[in-house]
């Protein structure tokens, strides 16, 4: 019913910046919310950026004002662009979606390493 398939992660110098991508494929549900969560290793899982169908948006603190989530409505995409990146943002990075009620999937993940 639901795939999501992630790119975009990789190695990058601090100050530098990436783009995530979170494509969805959704059968009979509608999509309420898209986003993007992070773990760090020894830590638990944080919400990154979300993005809801009526457009509101919600960011962790630590990523306000370097991170900005998007969305292509056309091809039920959603982007994630980190710029200004630290290393401890340094990550997996889950793409998540909500949809029906109450339903939730996530993506395999993708590695994000902010290093000199």
């Known amino acids: 019913q639901v795939q999501l398939v992630e790119s975009g992660g990789g190695l990058v110098q601090p100050g530098g910046s990436l783009r995530l991508s979170c494509a969805a494929s959704?059968?009979?549900?509608?999509?309420?919310?898209m986003g993007w969560y992070r773990q760090a290793p020894g830590k638990e899982r944080e919400l990154v950026a979300r993005l809801t169908s009526g457009d509101s948006t919600n960011y962790a603190d630590s990523v306000k004002g370097r991170f900005t989530i998007s969305r292509d409505n056309a091809k039920n995409t959603v982007y994630l662009q980190m710029n200004s990146l630290k290393a401890e943002d340094t990550a997996v990075y889950y793409c998540?979606?909500?949809?029906?009620?109450?339903?939730?999937?996530w993506g395999q993940g993708t590695q994000v390493t902010v290093s000199s």
């Open positions: 959704v059968r009979f549900f509608s999509i309420n919310a």
């Open positions: 998540n979606v909500e949809y029906g009620l109450g339903r939730r999937s």
